[in-house]
């Protein structure tokens, strides 16, 4: 690593950002690509180096410096020991931009016909300092089908000593025939854990002191970017601050604290909308950007999943023991099918509010859905009874009663089992919900389709519920899938119920007049078998 530099302008020092201060001048500066630093490495000891390479990746991993490190590599003046050096002229020539022979040609603005044309003309010429010409085409995809078609011949079998490599972002956008002519290598994005290393060790010579805490969060925003590690490590030691703790990162990033989203977990889990709408339009006064918001609490029930299934997930979450335990109780609370889906709801918004000029409508949409769906639970009234069944004074009463209800309600009282409605069962419609329950048993098992003509829910009590079948065939498959009955009856419910079956035939038919036989013969054409009655 450099040490961190400034550059004189006009009398007066100008700060020269971290990243590229301290952008790797050899191989074993590149971080989290051993992959690619093992073949360059290879072929420059053993001097099969091939006249293209195509480097490809997302942002910030390396390719440009890779890129410039390889050239240095191919004009080293150094006799022994590894190349390149680093120190001899020719490298520090090209570090500072002033070698004739290794040109950088940005693509975006450089991406016509003529621009091409000109690149032909100059690599005729032999190289006027080192041993090889190098051009570095960054963003090369951004060039024109013309300009690409004009590159074939040359990039196929370019003059002797000359070596084109090619960065890109974006490698799909490629022709199939510069891909062909290239030797493609492929950055990764960057560990959490070799960023962080490699922050502690620029802190360590700048003097700063940074927390392990503050580390993690800027290194889990970078998303395998170093560049933008960098960049965000930058803003943060910019206050002059000898210190940098993870709330000064928090500060920097607009995000919040993870006791936020477990608050705000928490109050869509019970229902509190209003509650819900008034914490967010409060982290958003802080200056906290909603965008970001999404992103986080995104991570917080990716952090919820993580707990439920990883004992000590402290590595995984990359966060404190406390954030951990806050989260882990919160998570024994909450269903998995919640988790999932507010993972996607968020998700689909955050993709949606990419291109939206009111993302905070949209995630206050977002809030009301989670609040109301919870966790995609079915609500009571798809089984309830039709009004026109119940008396319309009866069902006057109720409405008031329950209006009445909910304005006497204490607001401070919390349901800690909010994921789950109660039904009322003399509310419950037996077919109905009998209906809803195969309906999502086929998705289990295609066999359940069997629920639909031998079967009956009868009645549904506090702690049970009765099923009758119409024959010995229909009871035996309902006492072997009872727990999937059950388990099903729960999530309609909110109840956990026990199975009772029993069977009811009447001089060999069913209440629907069909015989044994009758039923045999409807289910065996259904499915293409043949069932026999003995």
């Known amino acids: 690593m450099l040490a961190m530099s ?7 020092s100008m700060y020269t950002a971290l990243y590229r201060s301290f952008r790797p001048e ?10 690619i630093v093992k073949i360059l490495k290879n072929q420059i000891k053993t001097e099969t180096t091939v006249h293209a390479y195509l480097f490809c990746g997302t942002r910030g991993t390396g390719k440009t410096s890779t890129a410039r490190i390889l050239a240095k590599a191919m004009n080293c003046l150094a006799e022994t020991g590894e190349r390149p050096c680093g120190v001899c002229a020719n490298c520090l020539s090209i570090k500072d931009g002033a070698f004739m022979d290794v040109i950088e040609i940005d693509a975006a603005s450089n991406n016509g016909v003529d621009n091409i044309r000109e690149l032909r003309e100059s690599v005729k ?15 090369v995809h951004m060039l024109s089908t013309g300009a690409f078609n004009a590159l074939l011949k040359t ?6 000593n000359v070596m084109f490599i090619l960065a890109t972002t974006e490698v799909q956008k490629l022709p ?23 922050m502690r060790d620029i802190c360590s010579q700048i003097e700063v002191r940074i927390s392990d805490a503050a580390l993690g ?19 943060c030691i910019s206050t002059g601050d000898k210190t940098v703790a993870r709330d000064d990162v928090i500060d920097i990033l607009g995000t919040a604290g993870e006791e936020i989203f477990v608050e705000m977990t928490e109050l869509v889990l019970e229902r509190q909308i209003a509650e819900a709408l008034l914490l967010l ?13 999404m992103k986080d609490w995104i991570a917080h029930f990716r952090s919820l999943l993580m707990t439920k299934f990883i004992k000590n997930p402290e590595e995984v979450l990359n966060m404190s023991s406390e954030n951990v335990d806050r989260i882990r109780k919160q998570s024994e609370e909450i269903e998995l099918g919640f988790i999932n889906d507010s993972i996607v ?10 291109w939206s000029t009111q993302p905070r409508i949209l995630l206050e949409l977002c809030i009301v859905k989670l609040a109301s769906d919870l966790g995609g639970a079915p609500a009571i009234p798809v089984v309830a009874a039709p009004a026109a069944r119940r008396p319309a004074s009866s069902t006057k009463n109720s409405t008031e009663q329950s209006n009445a209800g909910e304005m006497t309600a204490d607001p401070q009282i919390k349901s800690k089992s909010a994921v789950k409605r109660s039904a009322s069962i003399s509310d419950i419609d037996c077919d109905r919900l009998w209906h809803a329950v195969f309906e999502d048993g086929e998705a289990l098992k295609g066999s359940f389709n069997l629920l639909r003509v031998g079967t009956k829910l009868k009645e549904v009590c506090e702690d049970c519920f009765y099923v009758e079948a119409s024959n010995e065939m229909m009871e035996t498959y309902i006492k072997e899938n009872s727990s999937d009955l059950e388990m099903l009856m729960e999530k309609h419910t909110g109840r956990k119920l026990r199975l009772e079956c029993t069977r009811n035939i009447v001089s060999g038919r069913d209440e629907s007049g069909k015989t044994a036989e009758d039923l045999a013969d409807e289910i065996g054409n259904k499915f293409g078998i043949h069932i026999e009655i003995q």
């Not at 400034?6 to 007066?12: C, D, V």
């Not at 006027?128 to 963003?139: L, N, Q, S, T």
């Not at 968020?346 to 990419?354: E, F, G, V």
């Open 6 to 12: 400034t550059e004189k302008q006009g009398g007066w």
């Open 281 to 293: 339009d409060r982290i958003l006064q802080d200056g906290k950007d909603v965008r970001q918001f």
């Open 345 to 354: 709801k968020l998700s689909q918004t955050l993709t949606d509010a990419k």
């Open 155 to 160: 990039l196929e079998e370019p003059p002797e």
């Open 26 to 35: 050899t191989f074993d500066g590149i971080l989290g690509q051993e992959h």
């Open 176 to 198: 199939a025939t510069i891909l062909s002519r290239c030797l493609r290598l492929d950055f990764k994005r960057v560990p959490e854990r070799i960023l962080k290393q490699g």
């Open 217 to 235: 969060l800027i290194a889990s925003n970078a998303d395998g970017s170093v560049r933008d590690a960098l960049s965000l490590l930058d803003q």
């Open 125 to 139: 010429y032999p190289p006027a300092a080192g041993r090889c010409k190098v051009y570095i085409i960054d963003e």
